[in-house]
């Protein structure tokens, strides 16, 4: 599910690697680290799912930067589609009640 997740954080717009760690803490996941995310990242870039480009740092490193291409976001709208139905279910089952 990391990979989705990725996925909907490029979503929203283009960010480098820190930044999406960032964003994904912000959502309420564990801190990603650089040993999962990075290699997570290549493998969606060389799935053609994710571009690159590099911008050069103002006071530091360059920055490589990943944004979505049209086939990342088709896989997100149909991957995120199964996920929701997935995770609807699984509340069903889970809490057949629906406590609040």
Request: one cysteine or more.
């Amino acid at each position: 599910m990391l990979d989705l997740c990725v996925l909907a954080t490029l979503d929203e717009r283009e960010r480098h690697g820190y930044a999406i760690a960032s964003r994904l803490d912000e959502a309420g996941l564990a801190r990603v680290k650089g040993g999962t995310l990075y290699p997570l990242l290549a493998r969606l870039q060389a799935a053609g799912l994710v571009d690159t480009r590099w911008e050069p740092g103002e006071h530091g490193p360059s920055r490589k930067y990943y944004a979505l291409t049209d086939g990342g976001r088709t896989l997100l709208r149909e991957q995120g589609l199964a996920w929701v139905g997935f995770a609807r279910a699984t509340q069903k089952l889970i809490d057949p009640g629906g406590s609040p």
